[in-house]
C-alpha cells in the first residue's frame, strides 16, 4: 500500500521566516495531492491541492511544489505568524482512496 | 450552514456492545468516506463510498461495516467494538470523484475499555 512520509514530526521556526514542511511518498502516481491544516481537537481543513501534472500551486501566503520523479511534495508558508501554528498534513489521491501522512507540527514563535 | 456532522462526539463503551455512528452531510455531496486517527499513525481511510449504495474497502477496514442508503448519510458500525479500536474518528465529503476539496466532520472521540 501508499507510504506517506513528512519530514520531521515539529518545525519550529521565528515569525516572519519562510516554513518548509516536505511531503514524501512511495509505491503510486497519486492523481493529485492535497494539503491539510488541523488545529488540536479540529477536524482537518483543505488548504491546497496540486495534480500530478502541476510543478507549483499558489495561494496567498502558501505554495506547493510537486515533483513526481522525486516522489516529492514541498508545502511552504512565507511570511510566517504565530497563528500558522497548527498540524499540517499532506494527503495523495489515487482516484478513489486517500492515504495520508502524519503531519508536521509547526510553531511559529513570535 | 454547509457541514458535515458527527454524533455522537464523545462516547466511551465496552468490548463487544454494539454501537453506530453517524454521519450527516447537507452539501448533496457523492463522496463521503470515514478516517480513524490515532498518534504517530496518522489518518488511515476505513471505508468510502462513491455514492449512494456504493461503498469500498480503505486501508484499515477491519472490525467495522458501513452503508450507504441516502445520500447524506453514512453510518458507521462497530458490531462487537474491542479496545484496539479506541480511537479519534472523522467522516468526510467531497462534491464528487472530479472534486477534490474533502470536508471534515469535528470528530468521534471512541474510547473501548
Known amino acids: 500500500s501508499q507510504k506517506i512520509e513528512q519530514n520531521s514530526e515539529a518545525l519550529n521556526i521565528q515569525e516572519g521566516k519562510t516554513a518548509t514542511l516536505t511531503c514524501n511518498y512511495t509505491?503510486?502516481?497519486?492523481?493529485?495531492l492535497q494539503w491539510y491544516r488541523q488545529d488540536p481537537g479540529r477536524g482537518p481543513v483543505f488548504l491546497l491541492l496540486i495534480r500530478e501534472n502541476e510543478k507549483e500551486k499558489r495561494k496567498e501566503r502558501l505554495k506547493v511544489t510537486f515533483d513526481t520523479t522525486l516522489k516529492q511534495s514541498l508545502f511552504h508558508i512565507t511570511a510566517s505568524q504565530p497563528a500558522d501554528s497548527a498540524t499540517y498534513l499532506c494527503?495523495?489521491?489515487?482516484?478513489?482512496?486517500?492515504?495520508f501522512g502524519t503531519g508536521t507540527s509547526l510553531t511559529v514563535i513570535p | 450552514e454547509a457541514q458535515v456532522t458527527q454524533n455522537p462526539r464523545y462516547l466511551i463503551t465496552v468490548t463487544g456492545k454494539k454501537l453506530t455512528v453517524t454521519c450527516s452531510q447537507n452539501m448533496n455531496h457523492e463522496y463521503m468516506s470515514w478516517y480513524r486517527q490515532d498518534p504517530g499513525l496518522g489518518l488511515r481511510q476505513i471505508y468510502y463510498?462513491?455514492?449512494?449504495?456504493?461503498?469500498d474497502k480503505g486501508d484499515v477496514p477491519e472490525g467495522y461495516k458501513v452503508s450507504r442508503k441516502e445520500k447524506r448519510n453514512f453510518p458507521l458500525i462497530l458490531e462487537s467494538p474491542s479496545p484496539n479500536q479506541t480511537s479519534l474518528y472523522f467522516c468526510?465529503?467531497?462534491?464528487?470523484?472530479?472534486?477534490?476539496?474533502?470536508?471534515f466532520g469535528p470528530g468521534t472521540r471512541l474510547t473501548v475499555t
Open positions: 463510498s462513491m455514492n449512494v449504495e456504493v461503498t
Open positions: 494527503a495523495l489521491f489515487t482516484g478513489n482512496q486517500f492515504y
Open positions: 468526510a465529503s467531497k462534491p464528487g470523484l472530479r472534486f477534490y476539496e474533502q470536508y
Open positions: 509505491n503510486y502516481s497519486p492523481a493529485y
